[in-house]
């Protein structure tokens, strides 16, 4: 009996794949042309409307993961973002955000809503009574991030969906740190799924994407603002992405194994104050994560003890690199207060939780005994060094 719907790796490898009718290759063929005919064609493609033959592949790839109905590409994770916000926001309305998103996410919203009169307002808590408080009559989207970056905290998405159908709001969710192997928010009753693609989709450290994963009548809705503001991707990277998904599966599951062993070391760790893993059962969002997640996800986030430098324990690792981004097959750190949220004041990445010495880990692929023995050897020569400076 044929199955209803295909398995992971099987989307991934396949679904959305462009047939080479000509050489009959194994894989996609790419289509360079920025030109097509409009005579006597069903469809008039052109890169800016998102339907270039590899463009269309890669959009169909996407929704299959996503359980949604379609799916936009985009050059960035931010083009997603603010494009999938703008098409349902319009001057006089009033958005809903919970206060744990992405750096460049609140610096969207913060300094440029109020120039087109949108209003918002930023969540206390991660709870739907959180949310709820602050809906106004000229509501008109919740967004939320989960889990967030970089406290991995945990918001219920089916309690937001639920809040949103309730008040006839439309619902956003930043899938990116979950990505589709380990989460599906439209399963849980939330409308529209923005990444930034760059990460685990690419997952190689390689392209600068966006997408975006919803019902057909949302995508055209954002599909028309999309396509005046070109937000579009060069079918050269839309190939690359799509080569990259093939792997997305293994990469990500991979990831999920290493980053719950990591965490555990880190944990017993007598030289880290804190580590942030919603796979952990200390964490206090474990059993949210239990329920509404397939995987626990390749990011982390620790602190050491206070007396010990991080930002020289970053320099003194030798295999695990420092890097501004994330989700690649390398393993990779950073200082949130220096990166992704140093747009953000101090007293905003404080009222975050986001402490100056926090690090971000993202899990690569590697020997997790080889991470291991990265970090062991790091913290060793930072512990050296502060036993200096004391004595």
């Not at 992405?241 to 980053?259: H, P």
């Not at 010990?308 to 750190?333: H, N, P, R």
């Amino acid at each position: 009996m044929e199955r209803k719907k295909k398995g992971l790796n099987t989307i991934c490898t396949h679904t959305g794949e462009i047939k080479d009718d000509t050489y009959k290759g194994a894989i996609s063929p790419l289509y360079m042309s920025t030109s097509y005919a409009f005579e006597d064609v069903d469809v008039k493609r052109y890169p800016r409307y998102f339907n270039t033959p590899n463009q269309e592949g890669l959009c169909k790839k996407i929704a299959a993961l996503e359980n949604t109905e379609a799916a936009l590409i985009f050059g960035s994770g931010m083009a997603a973002i603010s494009t999938a916000l703008m098409a349902f926001l319009r001057a006089g309305d009033h958005i809903v955000l919970q206060n744990l998103l992405y750096g460049g996410t609140i610096n969207l919203v913060t300094e440029e809503f109020e120039k087109y009169g949108i209003s918002y307002s930023f969540t206390e808590g991660l709870h739907a009574d959180d949310f709820e408080k602050l809906i106004r009559p000229n509501t008109k989207v919740i967004y939320i991030e989960t889990p967030s970056n970089p406290l991995l905290t945990l918001t219920d998405i089916s309690s937001i969906a639920a809040l949103a159908k309730k008040h006839n709001l439309i619902s956003m969710i930043d899938n990116t740190f979950a990505s589709p192997v380990n989460q599906n928010p439209v399963d849980l009753g939330i409308d529209i799924v923005v990444h930034s693609a760059t990460k685990y989709m690419g997952g190689h450290s390689d392209i600068c994407a966006g997408a975006v994963a919803a019902s057909s009548n949302h995508i055209e809705k954002i599909f028309a603002l999309a396509k005046n503001l070109g937000g579009s991707l060069s079918d050269y990277t839309v190939w690359l992405l799509e080569r990259s998904l093939k792997t997305m599966g293994i990469r990500v599951r991979a990831q999920n194994n290493n980053a719950l062993l990591m965490a555990e070391f880190l944990e017993k760790h007598e030289d880290i104050d804190k580590v942030y893993y919603p796979g952990l059962t200390s964490h206090p969002d474990h059993e949210l994560a239990v329920a509404q997640m397939k995987g626990f996800g390749g990011m982390l986030s620790f602190e050491l003890r206070e007396e010990l430098d991080a930002a020289l324990f970053q320099k003194s690792l030798q295999l695990i690199k420092s890097s501004m981004s994330l989700a690649g097959v390398e393993s990779t750190v950073l200082t949130p207060a220096k990166a992704s949220h140093s747009l953000l004041s101090a007293e905003e990445r404080k009222k975050q939780g986001i402490a100056d010495g926090l690090i971000r880990f993202s899990i690569g692929i590697e020997e997790i005994e080889d991470l291991i023995a990265d970090i062991e050897q790091a913290i060793q020569k930072v512990r050296k060094m502060a036993s200096a400076v004391a004595n």
